[in-house]
């Protein structure tokens, strides 16, 4: 293995080692911490691109990258990432088993993924608790729930059979998109309803618990410690102020890094998380802390990259 020391970083993101491996291996930035990307999605080949781009139109932007596995563990490689938070949102009820059946397959294929699985609300309070157990017995360790995509209210009474299930007998964690200035169906108010009336639930809000509506949240949502937060889609829209006040507010022990993959560039995400003023403790905390702590997933030996 070969070292390489820049005279000067080629990204914000830290002073970096570009290592290569030899045997066919690809470079990767050599941070000193290990890296969890907890908000992420995937795609099959076939489908991806098109997810991608609606994802984004539904946000009105330009997507940052395709939503493959493939590209997905390629930037992971090249920027020092040893662990992926993996999900897809299913938009009608059909889509629902075969989106839990291909993320089930990659998490097979792919030790370092933590897998969520998706419940549509167009089904039947049985049919949500029967997929749940599903999702349970595949090995996925969570479910992610869009309710601004999937136009359903995040305290709709539809919805707490399952959010019981998953507090009381299966110990799923439920990672809510969180917010949005457009609309009222996943506001930080219905996310502190559902913590209220399911205080054992374990919940992970994303973007801060709320976005585009990031103040909302934060007084609505500090003062619920049990409540873990990943900070995908925020970073870039925020001061280093605001994100700093946010963070230490929060406290770094409930936070979880995320690049909210394909809808935004990963390179880019990380070099404005790298680019806040946090101690080294808060940036170890939030990029892997956390994320081990609720997943039961032990730090790596730093190991050099190969190409596969």
């Known amino acids: 293995m070969h070292q390489i020391f820049l005279t000067k970083p080629f990204s914000i993101a830290t002073m970096v080692i570009v290592i290569f491996c030899i045997n066919g291996g690809i470079p990767m930035i050599d941070r000193p911490y290990e890296i ?3 908000h992420t999605h995937i795609f099959p080949q076939k489908i991806a691109e098109k997810a991608a781009h609606s994802i984004a139109d539904f946000y009105k932007v330009n997507a940052g990258d395709v939503g493959t596995v493939d590209i997905l563990l390629e930037n992971g490689r090249r920027l020092g990432i040893s662990h992926y938070l993996v999900c897809s949102v299913a938009t009608t009820p059909k889509q629902v088993p075969s989106i839990n059946h291909f993320i089930a397959q990659n998490c097979d294929a792919h030790p370092e993924f933590i897998g969520f699985g998706t419940i ?5 309070e049985t049919e949500m608790i029967t997929e749940a157990v599903r999702i349970k017995e595949k090995g996925l360790r969570g479910i992610k729930l869009h309710p601004d995509i999937q136009d359903f209210l995040l ?12 507090e009381k007998e299966l110990s799923l964690p439920i990672l809510f998109h969180c917010g949005d200035a457009r609309y009222d169906r996943s506001s930080p108010k219905r996310l502190a309803h559902v913590l209220d009336l399911f205080p054992e639930l374990s919940v992970i809000g994303a973007h801060f618990g709320g976005y585009s509506q990031w103040e909302e ?3 609505t949502l500090k003062d619920y410690d049990r409540l873990h937060m990943d900070t995908s889609s925020s970073l870039s829209f925020l001061s280093d102020e605001t994100a700093m006040r946010l963070i230490e507010g929060y406290g770094s022990e409930r936070l979880m890094f995320g690049t909210d993959y394909p809808l ?7 070099d404005r998380f790298f680019s806040l003023p946090l101690t080294d403790a808060q940036r170890r905390q939030i990029l892997f802390g956390t994320f081990s702590a609720l997943f039961d997933v032990p730090e790596k030996p730093k190991t050099c990259h190969r190409a596969q």
């Open 155 to 166: 305290d709709d009474p539809h919805m707490f059979a399952l959010y019981r299930m998953c």
């Open 36 to 38: 969890a990307d907890a």
């Open 120 to 124: 549509h609300p167009g089904m039947t």
């Open 217 to 219: 949240a934060y007084a």
């Open 264 to 270: 935004w560039v990963m390179q880019k995400e990380m």
